[in-house]
Structures are given as C-alpha cells and as structure tokens.
C-alpha cells in the first residue's frame, strides 16, 4: 500500500502554493521570474514537466493540431508527470 496521498488530501503549505500559482503563470503564458533550487533530479523533474504541460497546453490551442500530435503531447506530459511525482512522491498537479 502507497504512503502517497491523492492529490485532493495534498495539503500545501503557504509557500507551496505559491510556487505553484507562479507555475501556474507561467504554464498559461505570463512572464514570471523565479529560480528553483534543489538537487539535479528535482531541477530536471520540475522543469521536464512543467516543459511538458506547457507544450501540450499549447498543442490543445493549435488550430493545426490534429488528435495525434495532441496524443503525443499528452503522452510526454504523463512521462514528466510521472517522473515529477517519483521524485517528489506527489503527483504533478498542473
């Protein structure tokens, strides 16, 4: 049985959500300036995932998209998702 909780009883501490409001931004295009600091797996977890989730966001509001290169985005979106949540032990919540 796995100690992760769902992502509905993830309780975030203050500067969590912060950090992901400010993600948040960035996922839906707005300038934010920020660094992230942790180990290299951690740096590469957050911004593979967040690389991803930003390309699909923008593949789903490509006119030209067609239902494969939205699946191939969704797909690489869920590789990072899972990566993010192996090394945090929580789900990529974006």
């Known amino acids: 049985m796995s100690n992760k909780k769902p ?4 309780h975030t501490n203050l500067l969590g959500k912060i950090f992901f409001t400010v993600l948040g931004a960035w996922l839906i295009g ?3 300036n920020t ?3 942790g180990s290299e797996n951690q740096v590469r977890a957050i911004g593979n ?7 699909f966001q923008d593949e789903l509001n490509n006119p030209g998209a067609s239902v494969e290169s ?3 985005k969704l797909g690489v979106k869920n590789m990072s998702a ?3 949540e192996r090394v945090f032990g929580v789900r990529w919540p974006l």
């Open 82 to 84: 899972s990566e993010f």
């Open 49 to 55: 995932a967040l690389l991803a989730s930003r390309r």
């Open 30 to 32: 707005k300038v934010v």
């Open 7 to 10: 992502i509905n009883e993830l």
């Open 35 to 37: 660094k992230i600091r």
């Open 70 to 72: 939205v699946m191939h």
